[in-house]
């Protein structure tokens, strides 16, 4: 019986002493063995590289304990240097181990082409949308006589006007002819005193004129809605589009 007994310590002792080897040699490999393989606790911050150039790029790095990789696909930004940094990743700022590769866009050497979109007889506003939904850039509005107010009536390239698919490199700069509301015709104001305020407004209108604003005035002795001043005065000379003014009786009792 006491030999089992004693079978069974010796077994139990060499178990024991078993798993206190496994562990002193687990805590020697977590401990000092593989942090020194993976640099535990060694991090580098990794730093904004954006507008760098390729050219200093490498001794940089290099000087960080980090390594470059540069992505195959480039971008395009017109206001940066040809092969400067575009994006990076990691972040600038981020904490990561020594020799972890950077990997970064570039931008291109040269510029894309697309193709030039049409802007003529849009307005101003959604022409400019349409630029920089292209790549484009707006340059100088040029203001001309034609009725048709902050209308473009055409796009030009370096002083040359082009067309829709005309090929241009991205990033240019495109001028906007645009039409400043008045046109380039000349007319004589109509006579509107005296007239019904609906009258008078489709004749404004009728002649290449633009309502501008309305006035009411209390008056006993001219029917309500007749038109009783004008601005400018009828006869003199206007061009297309010009802007009229009126003042319309509102309290009359004329009967």
């Not at 954006?50 to 990789?69: A, I, R």
């Not at 990743?89 to 972890?100: I, L, M, N, S």
């Not at 390239?157 to 000349?186: A, M, P």
Request: glycine share 10%; no cysteine.
């Amino acid at each position: 019986m006491s030999t089992a007994k004693d079978a069974f310590k010796k077994i139990g002792l060499h178990i024991a002493l078993i798993l206190g080897v496994l562990a002193i040699l687990l805590i020697i490999f977590f401990r000092v063995y593989l942090p020194g393989v993976t640099n535990h606790g060694e991090t580098v911050t990794v730093p904004d590289l954006e507008g760098y150039h390729f050219n200093e790029l490498q001794g940089f790095l290099s000087t960080k304990d980090l390594k470059l990789e540069v992505t195959p696909d480039s971008g395009f930004m017109a206001d940066a240097k040809p092969l400067a940094v575009l994006k990076q990743h990691p972040k600038a700022g981020a904490k990561v181990k020594k020799d972890r590769k950077i990997y970064i866009t570039l931008n291109a050497q040269n510029a894309p082409l697309i193709k030039m979109p049409n802007l003529v007889n849009s307005p101003l506003k959604n022409a400019q949308e349409i630029l920089s939904n292209h790549g484009l850039v707006r340059g100088d509005i040029i203001y001309v006589p034609d009725i048709g107010r902050n209308v473009v009536l055409e796009q030009k390239y370096r002083g040359r006007s082009v067309k829709e698919g005309f090929e241009i490199s991205k990033g240019s700069q495109i001028d906007l002819v645009v039409g400043d509301g008045l046109g380039s015709q000349s007319l004589q104001i109509p006579d509107l005193i005296g007239m019904d305020e609906t009258d008078g407004e489709f004749l404004i209108i009728g002649s290449g004129l633009r309502m501008g604003r309305i006035s009411y005035v209390q008056t006993d002795t001219v029917p309500k809605g007749t038109i009783i001043q004008q601005t400018p005065p009828a006869g003199i000379d206007a061009k297309t589009g010009e802007i009229i003014d009126i003042w319309i009786s509102e309290m009359g009792n004329y009967e």
